[in-house]
């Protein structure tokens, strides 16, 4: 894909006051002056970022993967967010309380937020969020003609929720008035949850990118192309999306926030996305300054980058030669990279086949010499992440590479040496970089190991993730960064209500695995208030599915990102949240790239 290259020229004034920088582009010039702001910060500039991948939807209630939420997070606001350390913290609710019994949440919201100017409104001037905006958001969610898949998140547990998502997809049916009955709006300012029994875990539920706030008037103007036409009351106000081209959102000057100078926010006058495919591309786009950060490392640059390291050490990563310009943002994300198995599937049903697959791999050979290291470790106790706060992973046994065992379980299901195994094709998103590299080091695995031919196929993300939730995809590659920090949100992959039915989309459970001793500890679990007693409680029903392997768990994520020196006060979390509300550039003292096209 073509990116724009700018060359950057800038003039400090000595009395501090002024910091202005030029950018030329190829094809245009645009002219920015960055602007002295309070405690010796700067307004101004274009954030340049680059998502691989490209973006699926803007349409918050259609979130599912990782390129678009980051830009959704730009654009729109939720009640609650979560902070550098996964804290809470208010957005559009400056507070809220939780009764009693933990059934009743009630969210105050902040005064005076305003919707971005659109056309979806009279005169094109954005009005006041109030808490009836909020409901419609969140009735949305569980609208089946809206057809989100955060509906599995909510439709159990919210009072009216199941009812509402039944009603909505059923053509001929009465919709229930006034939307879900446990959403409800208490006063312009305040809304209200209603739970049908206690789950701890739902304090975190709003903060679901389902869950950012928008106008109705935008989904009725644009209709079907809501997706593309977000309108919200985040820092930033999207101005053009070119698809598998270029993003651009800019600066929301009526936004509510202010950092503790008392600066208005955000600082920077807009970001524009990228779609860069190849990862060595970007990497070299960003050195050429053409890019302010650059998210992972192709692993055939490692040993430029960074100092040596022995497989398997824990030695700090040190960057080196040209590279120590920059600024390593080294962040382990609570994230697992799998293989998914499609259980209902004639060969995958054996669980014998699933546990010889996981068997078969060597993931400390992956991680050692495919991804140079760049990982947290393997994914040896299943698929909750070791970085989950508190979660007991030592309690869930899982799998080493054991040849022997591997062998002997594809034997037991009548594939002795791999003879007679139907062919298989592992579905994979293209351009996802180290993602092929992986799967050709676990094809060479599965064959040497246990005679298992795997043909790869790849496939456009929105192609992948479509063919994964009909149930099209026998054999697959996903990943899952978690929206909140409890393991109740991996295990919802597994949970057995979550498993559609032949021939219908299964957007959550992609398995469509399902075992009723997993589902009766998992469901205990949700509702048990006792931290330590629930997060037991996970890890026994976890080491059901995990005995049961309906996935190859592979590894989990270490996120690198390297940052231009200019780039101050950008901050993310082990989310993979990228806040850009804060951030600002700074150019003294830096060396700043000259060359252009």
């Known amino acids: 894909m073509f990116l724009r290259h700018a060359c950057f020229v800038s003039t400090l004034f000595l009395n ?13 010039a645009e002219n ?59 957005e559009l609710a400056e507070r809220w309380e939780i009764s009693e019994d933990q059934t009743t949440y009630t969210y105050h919201l902040r005064k005076g937020v305003m919707f971005h100017d659109n056309p979806c409104f009279p005169d094109g001037k954005g009005r006041e969020m109030m808490a009836s905006d909020v409901k419609y958001c969140f009735d949305r969610i569980l609208d089946a003609r809206a057809a989100s898949k955060g509906a599995d998140y909510f439709r159990d547990k919210v009072v009216g929720a ?6 909505t997809a059923d ?38 990118g389902f869950c950012y706030i928008y106008p109705k008037e935008a989904v009725e103007k644009y209709g079907k192309d809501f997706f593309r036409n977000l309108v919200a009351t985040g820092p930033f106000v999207l101005k053009n999306w070119e698809a598998d081209r270029e993003l651009i959102v800019e600066r929301n000057p009526k936004y509510w926030r202010k950092d503790n100078n008392g600066n208005q926010l955000p600082f920077l006058d807009g970001i524009r996305f990228s779609f860069i495919k190849e990862q060595s591309t970007m990497l070299t786009e960003f050195k050429k300054g053409n890019l302010d950060e650059n998210y992972r490392i192709p692993s055939e640059y490692i040993e430029a980058i960074f100092e040596k390291r022995e497989p398997g050490s824990n030695d700090p990563w040190k960057l080196k030669g040209e590279y120590t310009k920059f600024v390593l943002h080294l962040i382990p994300a609570i994230a697992t990279q799998y293989y998914g198995m499609l259980t209902t599937d004639p060969v995958f049903s054996d669980r014998r086949v699933r546990q010889a697959f996981n068997y078969a791999i060597d993931r400390e050979r992956v991680i050692a010499f495919v991804l140079k290291g760049q990982a947290i470790g393997p994914a040896n106790h299943g698929l909750v992440p070791p970085s989950m706060p508190n979660y007991p992973v030592d ?5 080493t590479f054991d040849v022997g065992k591997a062998k002997a379980l594809i034997a037991e299901a009548g594939y002795p ?47 992948h993730t479509e063919r994964i939730d009909k149930g099209e995809a026998k054999f697959f590659r996903l990943g899952w960064i978690a929206d909140y920090p409890e393991p109740e949100n991996f295990l919802n992959l597994l949970w057995g209500k979550n498993a559609a039915l032949p021939g219908k989309l299964s957007p959550i459970n992609s398995t469509r695995y399902s075992n009723p001793e997993f589902d009766v500890l998992f469901e205990q679990a949700m509702s048990t208030p006792d931290d330590t007693e629930r997060y037991k409680l996970y890890a026994q029903a976890e080491q059901i599915a995990v005995d049961d ?49």
């Not at 990782?66 to 009640?79: N, T």
């Not at 199941?162 to 009603?167: D, G, I, M």
């Not at 949850?193 to 701890?200: A, D, M, R």
Request: charged content about 20%; glycine content about 10%.
């Open 16 to 28: 501090g006051f002024l910091f202005s920088l030029f950018l030329t582009s190829c094809g245009s």
């Open 32 to 90: 920015t002056e960055l602007r002295s702001a309070e405690g010796e910060k700067y307004y101004g500039g274009f954030y340049k970022m680059n998502e691989t991948d490209g973006i699926k939807t803007l349409d918050p209630v259609l979130l599912s993967d990782a390129p678009s939420h980051h830009v959704v997070h730009q654009i729109a606001d939720l009640l609650v967010d979560f902070d550098s350390s996964l804290r809470l913290q208010p």
């Open 395 to 399: 309690m869930v046994k899982g799998y």
């Open 549 to 597: 392997a309906p996935m190859l768990w592979i590894y989990h994520d270490l996120n690198f990102r390297l940052v231009q020196p200019w780039v101050k006060g950008y901050t993310s979390n082990s989310l993979d949240r990228r806040d850009l509300t804060g951030a600002w550039f700074d150019f003294t003292g830096t060396e700043k790239n000259t060359e252009a096209n």
């Open 162 to 167: 199941q009812e509402y998502a039944k009603a």
């Open 171 to 208: 053509n001929n049916g009465p919709i229930p008035e006034g939307g879900v009955a446990g959403f409800k709006v208490v006063g312009d300012y305040t809304f209200q949850i209603q739970l049908v029994k206690p789950f701890p875990g739902f304090k975190y539920y709003p903060a679901l």
């Open 417 to 463: 040496n791999g003879e007679g195994f139907p062919a298989v094709k592992l579905q994979l998103n293209a351009g996802g970089g180290r993602n092929l590299e992986i799967a050709e080091a676990i094809e060479d695995q599965l064959k040497q190991n246990i005679g298992i031919d795997v043909e790869m196929q790849e496939v456009q993300w929105a192609q």
